[in-house]
């Protein structure tokens, strides 16, 4: 998907309301794809067997800590 980048300047242009919600349509995207793009590249790798994601882990008793 391609974001078109809109400018702005300091002067009050006089815009109907279509042209207002197509602009704010747009910041609204750019928004989201790079708040997605924080949420791709931000996110960790999960350790296997780290914490018991690949068998299950004993919690406690004697053989607390052992995989099974």
Request: aromatic residues 6%; charged residues 30%; glycine residues 6%.
């Amino acid at each position: 998907m391609q974001v078109l980048k809109v400018e702005t300047t300091h002067k009050r242009i006089k815009m109907n309301r279509n042209t207002r919600k197509v602009l704010d349509y747009i910041s609204h995207v750019e928004k989201q794809v790079k708040q997605m793009s924080y949420v791709k590249w931000l996110k960790k790798e999960v350790e296997i067997n780290g914490t018991g994601t690949h068998k299950y882990r004993i919690k406690c008793g004697p053989n607390k800590g052992k995989v099974l």
